[in-house]
C-alpha cells in the first residue's frame, strides 16, 4: 500500500471517528472513551474494556457500571483476520444515571482531563468506556504469529489509534433486525419456563463459515445478561471447540462472557470433558456415546432453572445432518437456531417426526473495515492450530512461540506410564517412542476397561494399549505435548498447563488421529532450538532387547531441525 493511499484511509477513518471523544488517562495503556446513545461501534483487534457510566453492551452482554479496577475489564477479541468484528452498542440510559459517582470515578484515572470530559457530558448521559490496550500473554503470542492478524498495519500506523484494535462508527450487525427482535422473543418465553425450575436446551447450528459459534456465543451473552447464573456449553464441535483444543466433547458451566476467540480462553484442565481422538466423525457411534454422556451429566448435576446451549459442528449434511438429527433425538431442544449465509448451501433436512420450536437466520457478511483491502480469511486448520497455542501459551516465560523450549516439562516414569495409540497409528514396539515424540496427546484418566500389555514385555517399559472402535470412552483432564524421552532414565518429559503432581496417578498418554503439534511450535524459534529433547543411550550400554528402542523421528515437512531428533 503506498503512502498517499494510507494518508487517504487516515482522513477517512478519521472523519468517521468524530463524534467518538477520546481522552488520556494518567495510566498510557488507559484511554477513555465518550459515546452518546444510538451510536453503534465495530471493534477490530483486541482489547480491554470496562463501562463507568451509561446503557450499554458488547455482542449482546450488557455491561454493568464499575469503576476502573483490573478485575473489572472485559476482554475482546475479535482479530480482523478472522473476519468478524466486536459490536458495542449504545442505548438510553435509565433514570439512575449518576454523574456525580462518574465524575470521582474519572479524577481516579484521568486527573487531568476529568474535568473537561464532565463539562462535555453536562446534563446527558452518554456512555463512557475505558479502554485498555495491554494483551494477555495467549493473544500476544498469538498475534505475533501472524502478519497482520489483530488489525491491518497501515491502521498501526496511526498514531491517534491504539496499537492493537480499531474502532469505527458502523451500523453492521451479523444478524439482521427483524431476526434478532425473533431471537429476543423467544429467549424471553424461555426465560419465564427457566424461572419455574425447568432446565432449558438450546441449539444452534449452521453450516461451516454461517457464524455458528458467533451465534452460540451471543446467546450465552444474552442469557448472563438477564441475570441467569448457570449456563453451561456442551461443546460438541470436534474440530473448531471452544474451551479445548479440537479432538473432545465437553461439558464447561459459564460464568463470564465470551467476547473472544477460543485461543483466548482456554481452559487449563478440564473436569467434564471425553476425549474422542479426531477431528472428523470417524466413530459416530462413539461420538454420540459421549454426547449422551454428558447431556446425562449436565441434567444430573446442573441446578434447577440451568441453561444449555449446545455448540455443534458446522456439518448439517449426510453423516454429519445423520449425527445432528441423533442430538435433536437425545435432546429435545426448546429451541432450535439455524443460521446461514449462503442461501445455495445445502440446509438441514429437518425430522418430519419431531416438532421443533425452530427459527433461523439470514446472517449478514461482515465488509471489514472501510477502506483497507479484504484479507484471506484464516483456513479453519490454522484456527485449531492457534487454538493449541493458546491452550499452551500460560506457560511461556514471554508471550512469544519462541520460548516454549525453555517451559519446564513434568518428568514420568516408565514403569508407571501408559501409552494408548489409535490401531491406524501402531507401530512396531521398537518404533512407539519415535511415534509420540514431540507429539500432542491427551492427557485421560485409566479406564478398567483398557488392556494394556508392557512394551517389549519388560516390566520396567511403560505399557501400551491399543484404541479401537471397541476402547471405552476416555476422560480428559487435559493436553500436552512430549518433549523427549530418556530411555537411560526411563522417563518421558511432557509439558503441560495441568498440574501432573496432584494427579493420583500418572495420566494416560493418549494420541490422536489428525491432532498433531502444529509446525509453529518448531519454526517460531528463529535460533533453530528444538522444542524437544533426547537422550539416546550409547550403543555399548544398551542392553540387546532395547537395540533400536528409541530410534530417531524423521522429518517430514521442509522445516529442517537443527539437531538430531
Not at 422473543?185 to 438450546?202: A, C, F, P, T, W
Not at 473472544?260 to 467434564?272: E, L, M, V
Not at 485449531?384 to 518428568?411: D, H, N, Q
Not at 498433531?516 to 532450538?529: E, K, L
Amino acid at each position: 500500500m503506498n503512502k498517499k493511499k494510507e494518508e487517504s484511509i487516515f482522513k477517512s477513518l478519521k472523519k468517521r471517528m468524530q463524534k467518538v471523544v477520546r481522552y488520556e488517562c494518567r495510566d498510557k495503556n488507559l484511554e477513555i472513551y465518550v459515546v452518546q446513545p444510538g451510536e453503534r461501534l465495530t471493534i477490530y483487534g483486541s482489547c480491554s474494556i470496562l463501562c463507568l457510566a451509561g446503557n450499554a453492551s458488547i455482542n449482546d452482554y450488557v455491561l454493568p457500571t464499575v469503576s476502573c479496577e483490573s478485575a473489572n475489564f472485559l476482554k475482546i477479541s475479535a482479530p480482523q483476520r478472522m473476519d468478524v468484528p466486536a459490536i458495542l452498542n449504545v442505548g438510553n440510559s435509565a433514570s439512575n444515571y449518576k454523574h456525580q459517582r462518574l465524575k470521582f470515578r474519572l479524577k481516579e484515572v484521568a486527573p487531568k482531563n476529568h474535568e473537561k470530559i464532565m463539562e462535555l457530558i453536562g446534563t446527558s448521559q452518554p456512555a463512557v468506556f475505558i479502554f485498555s490496550k495491554v494483551l494477555d500473554i495467549a493473544e500476544e503470542t498469538v498475534s505475533g504469529l501472524i502478519a497482520n492478524f489483530l488489525i491491518h498495519t497501515a491502521l498501526q500506523k496511526q498514531i491517534i489509534l491504539p496499537p492493537h484494535f480499531h474502532i469505527a462508527r458502523d451500523d453492521f450487525s451479523i444478524i439482521p433486525q427483524p431476526d434478532d427482535n425473533k431471537l429476543k422473543q423467544q429467549l424471553e418465553k424461555l426465560n419465564s419456563v427457566r424461572k419455574d425450575g425447568q432446565r432449558v436446551s438450546i441449539i444452534p447450528f449452521g453450516h461451516k463459515g454461517a457464524g455458528k459459534s458467533h451465534l452460540m456465543r451471543n446467546i450465552v451473552n444474552r442469557w448472563l445478561s438477564i441475570g441467569c447464573d448457570n449456563v453451561y456449553v456442551l461443546d460438541c464441535d470436534i474440530g473448531q471447540s471452544e474451551f479445548t483444543p479440537s479432538g473432545c466433547l465437553s461439558l464447561h458451566k459459564v460464568t463470564s462472557p465470551i467476547i473472544g476467540k477460543p485461543y483466548g480462553h482456554q481452559k487449563a484442565k478440564f473436569d467434564n470433558a471425553f476425549f474422542y481422538g479426531d477431528n472428523s466423525l470417524r466413530s459416530p457411534d462413539l461420538y454420540l456415546d459421549i454426547f449422551e454422556r454428558l447431556w446425562n451429566k449436565f441434567k444430573a448435576t446442573s441446578e434447577p432453572g440451568s441453561v444449555c446451549v449446545i455448540n455443534t459442528m458446522g456439518w448439517v449434511t449426510d453423516l454429519g445432518g445423520e449425527v445432528l438429527t441423533h442430538i435433536m433425538d437425545i435432546v429435545e431442544p426448546d429451541l432450535c437456531v439455524e443460521i446461514y449465509r449462503d442461501s445455495t448451501e445445502t440446509r438441514f433436512q429437518y425430522p418430519k417426526n419431531q416438532k421443533l420450536n425452530y427459527m433461523e437466520i439470514f446472517a449478514n457478511n461482515s465488509h471489514g473495515i472501510v477502506g483497507l483491502p479484504a484479507q484471506k480469511k484464516l483456513p479453519s486448520v490454522l484456527i485449531r492450530e492457534l487454538t493449541i497455542v493458546g491452550y499452551f501459551s500460560s506457560m511461556l516465560p514471554k508471550p512469544s512461540l519462541a520460548s516454549f523450549p525453555k517451559v519446564t516439562p513434568y518428568k514420568l516414569n516408565f514403569q508407571n506410564t501408559t501409552i494408548c495409540v489409535p490401531v491406524d497409528l501402531l507401530v512396531q514396539d521398537c518404533h512407539i517412542f519415535s511415534s509420540i515424540n514431540t507429539q500432542l496427546i491427551a492427557l485421560c484418566l485409566n479406564h478398567s476397561e483398557l488392556k494394556p500389555r508392557k512394551l517389549c514385555g519388560k516390566e520396567d517399559m511403560p505399557s501400551l494399549c491399543v484404541i479401537d472402535g471397541n476402547s471405552p470412552a476416555l476422560q480428559c483432564i487435559g493436553y500436552g505435548i512430549v518433549r523427549g524421552v530418556n530411555v537411560d532414565e526411563k522417563a518421558i518429559f511432557v509439558v503441560s498447563p495441568v498440574d501432573l503432581r496432584e494427579l493420583d496417578e500418572p495420566p494416560l498418554l493418549v494420541r490422536g488421529m489428525r491432532i498433531q503439534t502444529p509446525a509453529m511450535f518448531f519454526t517460531s524459534d528463529p535460533y533453530n532450538r528444538c522444542p524437544y529433547v533426547l537422550n539416546l543411550p550409547e550403543q555399548k550400554n544398551a542392553q540387546n532387547n532395547l537395540d533400536g528402542l528409541y530410534q530417531p523421528s524423521v522429518n517430514t515437512t521442509q522445516f529442517k531441525r537443527s539437531r538430531r531428533c
